[in-house]
C-alpha cells in the first residue's frame, strides 16, 4: 500500500511509542477518577469528561498541530525541500491536516469510545459523532489556513494566534455544547428555518452548513499551497466561494430583489477588504499583470488578478442597482445614509490605502497603519470637523455624511483620485 509520502512522515514524527503508550495511561487515569465519581460505573460525569476532553484535544491540541504543520517547516528551513519534491498541492494538504493531528484523532477516538459506553442516549450517538467530528475537523482546517496566510507574511511565531485561539476556545464552547446536545433535534423537539421561502429541518441545515464550511476550508488550504508551491491557477475558488456565500446567505433574507442585492453587495464588500489582507502584495505582480494585459494574454492575466479586485469588480453591479432603487436609508439615528456607489469608492479608496502602506519600507506594519487611517478618515477628522459646526467639510472627509447622494459620489471620487494618484507615485518608485 502506496500511502502519501507527507501523511507517513507526519505519521512517524508524531507517533512515537511513548506517545501511542503515554496518551492512553493519562486518559486513563482521568476516566478511572471519573468512573469513582460515578459511584463506579460509566455514567454521566464520565461521558460529559469523556466530550469536553474530547473539544479540549481536537480543538486546542488539534488547532496547534495543523498550525505548526506549516509554520515549522519555514522556522526550521525545510520548506524549500517540500518545494522540491513532486508532492501536489492536495496531497501536501491532506498529508499535513490528517498527520500533523495523527496523535490528536488518536486520544480523540478513545473519548468518543468512552462516551459512547457511558451515555445514557445512545441513540443519538451518530448524530453527535457527525457535529463533534465535523466541527473538528473544520477547526483544524482552519488552523493550517491560518498558518499558510501566517508565513506568506513572514509571521513565524504563533503564540499570539494561540492566544485567540484559546480565547475563540472559551467564547465557542458552550455553543458547541449546545450543537452536540442531539436531543434538541430528536423527533418533537425540532426546529424549521426558511430558506428562500422552502422550511428546511434545523438539523438538515445545520449538517449542509458544517459540510459546506468544511469544504471551502479545506479548498483555502489547497489553493494556498497551490500558491506556495508556485502553481498558476484561475481564480475560480475565490470566484465560486463569493458567489455560494451570495446565494447561501442571501436566502435568509426576506425574499425581494433590493434584500438580496444588498445581501451580495455586503458580501462582495467584505470579501474585497479580505482578499486585499490575505494576499502578496508585490509592486511587480501588477507589472505583470499590465504586460499581460497589453499583450491581451487573458489567462495570465486571470492568474495574477488579485483576489480583492475581482470580489470589488463584482460588488458594483450591486452597488449601482441598489443606487438606483427608491428605498432611502438612514443609519441609527446620527444622520449616516446608505450611498452604495460611495461606500463602493470608499472600500476602493481603504484598499488604495493599504496597498500604499504595503510598497512602503515597512510592509509589516501596513495593516496597523490601515487601521489608523481608518480611524483617522471615518471618525476623528469627521466628527472634529462636525463638532464645531462644519458639517460640509465633515461629509468631504466621510461621504455617509452628505445629505444627496451626489454630494456624497463626488467626495468619494475626489478621495479615490487623491489616493490611487499617491498610490501610482509609490508603485513607480517600487518596481
Not at 457511558?118 to 466541527?135: K, M, S, V
Not at 428546511?200 to 497551490?226: E, K, N
Amino acid at each position: 500500500m502506496n500511502l502519501n509520502p507527507e501523511f507517513q512522515r507526519q505519521l512517524i514524527l508524531e507517533c512515537s511509542q511513548a506517545r501511542l503508550v503515554g496518551a492512553p495511561a493519562m486518559l486513563g487515569a482521568v476516566f478511572s477518577l471519573t468512573y469513582f465519581l460515578d459511584n463506579y460505573r460509566l455514567g454521566t460525569i464520565t461521558a460529559q469528561a469523556a466530550l469536553m476532553l474530547f473539544l479540549l484535544i481536537t480543538l486546542l491540541w488539534g488547532t496547534r498541530q495543523s498550525l505548526d504543520s506549516i509554520v515549522e517547516e519555514y522556522r526550521d528551513r525545510t520548506w524549500d525541500t517540500q518545494r522540491l519534491s513532486a508532492l501536489g498541492p492536495w496531497q501536501m494538504a491532506w498529508g499535513k491536516l490528517l498527520g500533523s493531528t495523527s496523535m490528536v484523532w488518536y486520544c480523540a477516538s478513545i473519548c468518543l469510545l468512552v462516551h459512547a459506553l457511558a451515555t445514557n442516549n445512545p441513540a443519538t450517538l451518530p448524530l453527535l459523532f457527525f457535529y463533534a467530528i465535523g466541527t473538528a475537523l473544520l477547526v483544524q482546517s482552519a488552523g493550517l489556513l491560518i498558518g499558510l496566510l501566517a508565513v506568506q507574511r513572514g509571521q513565524l511565531k504563533t503564540g499570539s494566534i494561540l492566544v485567540l485561539a484559546l480565547v475563540g476556545f472559551i467564547i465557542v464552547t458552550p455553543s458547541l455544547t449546545d450543537l452536540t446536545d442531539t436531543s434538541n433535534y430528536l423527533p418533537g423537539t425540532s426546529l424549521i428555518n426558511s430558506w428562500y421561502n422552502i422550511r428546511v429541518p434545523a438539523q438538515t441545515l445545520h449538517q449542509i452548513s458544517l459540510f459546506f464550511a468544511l469544504f471551502w476550508c479545506i479548498m483555502g488550504d489547497y489553493r494556498l499551497l497551490a500558491q506556495d508551491l508556485g502553481i498558476r491557477n484561475l481564480p475560480w475558488a475565490w470566484f465560486g466561494f463569493t458567489l455560494f456565500l451570495i446565494v447561501y446567505l442571501g436566502g435568509f433574507i426576506p425574499s425581494s430583489g433590493y434584500s438580496f442585492s444588498l445581501a451580495a453587495f455586503v458580501v462582495c464588500t467584505a470579501l474585497t477588504y479580505v482578499g486585499a489582507i490575505v494576499e502578496r502584495h508585490e509592486p511587480m505582480r501588477i507589472k505583470r499583470l499590465l504586460d499581460y494585459w497589453q499583450q491581451a494574454n487573458w489567462r495570465r492575466v486571470g492568474e495574477e488578478l488579485p483576489l480583492g479586485v475581482l470580489s470589488f469588480a463584482l460588488s458594483l453591479p450591486f452597488a449601482v442597482f441598489l443606487s438606483f432603487r427608491e428605498q432611502q436609508l438612514a443609519w441609527l439615528d446620527i444622520s449616516l445614509h446608505a450611498y452604495p456607489l460611495a461606500i463602493a469608492l470608499l472600500v476602493l479608496r481603504d484598499c488604495a490605502i493599504y496597498l500604499f502602506f504595503c510598497y512602503g519600507k515597512n510592509p509589516q506594519r501596513a495593516f496597523s497603519l490601515s487601521l489608523l487611517s481608518a480611524a483617522l478618515l471615518y471618525g476623528i477628522l469627521p466628527g472634529l470637523f462636525s463638532a464645531v459646526g462644519m458639517r460640509s467639510i465633515s461629509a468631504l472627509f466621510f461621504p455617509l455624511w452628505a445629505d444627496s447622494a451626489i454630494g456624497a459620489l463626488i467626495s468619494a471620487v475626489l478621495q479615490c483620485a487623491l489616493i490611487l494618484s499617491i498610490l501610482y507615485q509609490r508603485w513607480r518608485l517600487s518596481i
